[in-house]
């Protein structure tokens, strides 16, 4: 993907004011975009947009691409336990002033996610080069002999960020609610999922950079882009 297909919408600044609860304020100084796959045999065009804070891994904002259209685009609140929903949602909708529409704000439930007796989690690290290998392995049972699957991620440094926010399927929840952590200050540049032998959820980063962009909640009942 050219990096001048998102630049357009990246340093824009951006207000969306919705119905929702209380006053809530989103800043986002930096962004990633991924190459995503679900397999090795997938071949369509998916991208991953990431709005992030460089200081604050409290809350995220995830835009996916399925050949240059946007598919979903979610903003999660991980400190409130809230994810947010945005649905019609287009690349054109960031210059063109258009109104936007919030679909809807679950509440996330941790405590049924600490409390699940089903995943148990074990993590290694090694470092080449600079190059951090992360090993996650995700066990079916406490005494950690039935292997569900292990995701690899491999870091690099960055002096744009020390505290990427990390929301890669079957880890998102997990971390989230704790069950387990990753020790990492680098960037992810690619993951994987690995499942008998096969790869699924294949990510590859594409771009680092940094943005100055908010998004703000609120009671009122309009929708707006600044």
Known sequence: MKKSLFTLCFFIGITFIQNVFSQEKYYFDYYTIYDFKTDE???AKKTELNFSN???SDYH???KLLNKTVSSVVLSD???QLTFTFPNFSLANLKSGTLLELSSFNKANYDQCKNNKNNYYDIGYATDNDIKTINVKIFKD???TILINECFMESKPTNITKLQHIKIAYL???????KF???NEGVITKSYFLEKGNKKNIRNLIEINKMDFTLSISKTKSTAIK
Request: aromatic share 4%; with cysteine.
């Open 172 to 178: 998102t929840m997990p971390l989230w609610c704790k």
């Open 181 to 183: 952590s990753v020790n």
């Open 142 to 144: 406490a005494k950690k």
């Open 61 to 63: 904002l995830k835009i």
């Open 41 to 43: 045999s997938d071949n």
């Open 78 to 80: 991980v400190k409130n």
């Open 54 to 56: 460089s200081t604050n």
